[in-house]
C-alpha cells in the first residue's frame, strides 16, 4: 500500500521560500521516479519538477531556476524547494509516483498513479 502524505505548505509573502516534503511508505525512493506536480484554481494540473531513480532532474520553463526537487533516500522523503516564490505560485501541490513504466519527466509527473493529499502554498 503505498502512501505519500506531503507537508510544509503555508502563507508566504512574494519573494519569499518555502520547503515542501513528502513522506513516502510502500515504496522506495531510490528504485523510483518521484515528482510533484500543482493544481491551481481554474487551471488544468500541471507538473512542475520530476527526479529519476539515478537523479537527473526536470522542470517548466516557469520554474526553473526557482524550485528544486530533491530526494533523501535513507529517509525516503522527496523534497520541493521553492524559491522567489510568486502569486501565480498559488496552488495546491502533491507529491506524485508511477505505478508502471512511464517518462520521468516535469510533464508525465499529472499522469502518475499515486499521489497524496496535497499541500496549500498561497503566494500573495
Known amino acids: 500500500h503505498v502512501q505519500l502524505v506531503e507537508s510544509g505548505g503555508g502563507s508566504v509573502q512574494v519573494g519569499g521560500s518555502l520547503r515542501l516534503s513528502c513522506a513516502a511508505s510502500?515504496?522506495?525512493?531510490?528504485?523510483?521516479?518521484m515528482g510533484w506536480f500543482r493544481q491551481r484554481p481554474g487551471w488544468e494540473a500541471e507538473g512542475v519538477a520530476a527526479?529519476?531513480?539515478?537523479?537527473?532532474?526536470s522542470y517548466p520553463d516557469s520554474v526553473k531556476g526557482r524550485f528544486i526537487i530533491s530526494k533523501d533516500n535513507a529517509k525516503n522523503t522527496l523534497y520541493l524547494q521553492m524559491n522567489n516564490l510568486m502569486p501565480d505560485d498559488t496552488a495546491m501541490y502533491y507529491c506524485?509516483?508511477?505505478?508502471?513504466?512511464?517518462?520521468?519527466?516535469?510533464?508525465?509527473?499529472?499522469?502518475?498513479?499515486?499521489r497524496g493529499q496535497g499541500t496549500q502554498v498561497t503566494v500573495s
Open positions: 506524485a509516483a508511477p505505478d508502471r513504466g512511464i517518462s520521468c519527466y516535469y510533464r508525465r509527473v499529472v499522469d502518475f498513479d499515486f
Open positions: 510502500g515504496i522506495t525512493l531510490n528504485t523510483s521516479c
Open positions: 527526479i529519476r531513480v539515478d537523479g537527473p532532474t
